[in-house]
């Protein structure tokens, strides 16, 4: 199956995917489709991001373009994906998971086509709309992100092959493994900026004494 048909099968049959996915485990081939697969899905999904940022009739657009961060942009759409698959990862590598991490990567990577097709379209239409259809606007868009959820979440369990239950229990527990990684990189940026501002404050104090 090639790259294209995967993307093609992401959208109407995910279990398929996965199971093509783990029946290809330990093809060299195959590990290499792998790796040009997620980077260009992450590499469409980076433009994308902007294409709406940029794009997006001013009256619905939560981004002020003039205000926009483009690295900040870009961590709001990497850093949840690639922190959910090191969570679900450790968490299913605890919980007798089946997957290898390049296979998680792979499924995840994935699982953005449909934000990658329809986030287009979506932008478009949106420059014939007005403020009046924001209600309209967003759920397409918070459409896309809820079928990108139940993408992953469809992953979890059949990659792994859990039952629904464990399943549930494997989501809670990345959820809150997600938000412990957030919590301690927050926590160690506070304390690395604090630390540098005081090395400052000491240098320019010896400085100002000499």
Known sequence: MTGLKLCVMMLFHPIVVSEHIKRQ????????????????????????????????????ATVSVRKANLLLECGKLFVPVLTWVLASYAMTTILDGATKIGEAMLYNALTLVPYVLFTVPAVLLSRIMDGGQAGLYFIMTGGLLVWVAALMIIGIKEMNEYTIRKTLLVVLLTVFTMAVIWATAVLLFTISSQFVTMIREVYFEIVYRL
């Open 25 to 60: 485990r330990g093809d060299e081939k195959f590990k290499r489709l792998t790796v040009i697969l997620v980077l260009s899905i992450l590499a469409l999904a980076l433009g994308v991001n902007l294409f709406s940022i940029y794009f997006t009739h001013y009256p619905l």
